[in-house]
């Protein structure tokens, strides 16, 4: 349990990125490099089938952090990049998408006055949509699951005191606001913990985090490691796993 609670204190320094780190205004001189806080891929499976996979890397900066994916899919030219920059705390500042291939098509989303503009370039047009959100809203793309993985260290961080030890983690059921840029939608979201299972991840039983994660999209159950890293989510109903490779 102890080393449980370090690994989620540990997250919460990472993802809040305490205002200490900014450090004395001389050293600031020049930028300090980049921490990868995680990186990796996710196999996307349908039925035992795997059509797609995801390559992320999340690095924390001093003044934001930067996810960047690529999504390939199986027997297919066609894929997609994003990367999203939130501030120390959460918010976002910038998300960004595009699409290559065969199919084209660019996205922005950013905070514009108290909502969130997206604006959209389709056959060398652009379009705007506006989404009456605040900047503290998720970002959860189609088939980023990295972006599953950040509102997961979010509810954590939110949830937990890193000096209070195990009595200071109160995983309590939560609500957050999220856009679907690919989509161009939004929702809002239910998150919680439901316990400890052991799971098997490439023929080794390993001990997990389980949360849920429900919304008029659908119900997703997430899994966690030792280390607070997504290693698989399921997606209910639809035969669809992620599994990290």
């Not at 109160?170 to 690919?182: C, D, E, I, S, T």
Request: glycine share 8%; hydrophobic share 35%.
């Amino acid at each position: 349990m102890k080393r449980r609670y370090e690994s989620l204190a540990l997250i919460l320094m990472l993802v809040m990125a305490l205002p200490a780190l900014a450090g004395d205004k001389k050293k600031k001189k020049e930028e300090l490099p980049a921490t990868v806080v995680d990186s990796g891929s996710f196999g996307v499976f349908v039925s035992g089938r795997r059509v797609a996979t995801e390559t992320f890397t999340i690095k924390q900066k001093e003044d934001m952090s930067i996810t960047s994916s690529d999504i390939k899919m199986e027997g297919s030219s066609q894929q997609q990049h994003s990367e999203l920059q939130l501030t120390p705390h959460g918010d976002l500042i910038r998300y960004d998408w595009k699409e290559s291939g065969p199919e084209k098509g660019e996205t922005t989303v950013e905070p514009s006055q108290q909502f969130l503009m997206q604006k959209v370039k389709a056959n060398d047009k652009y379009t705007e949509q506006p989404y009456l959100m605040p900047s503290t809203t998720a970002v959860l793309d189609d088939y980023f699951f990295s972006h599953r993985e950040l509102l997961l260290w979010r509810y954590i961080a939110g949830s937990c005191d890193p000096k209070a030890g195990e009595q200071g983690c109160q995983l309590q059921k939560a609500q957050y606001g999220f856009v679907v840029p690919r989509q161009r939608t939004s929702g809002m979201a239910n998150l919680s913990y439901i316990g400890k299972e052991t799971v098997s991840l490439h023929g080794t039983a390993k001990e997990t985090n389980k949360f849920s994660l429900t919304s008029d999209f659908g119900d997703w159950v997430l899994y966690l490691d030792s280390t607070n890293k997504l290693v698989r989510v399921l997606v209910l109903g639809e035969g669809t796993e992620i599994v990290r490779d």
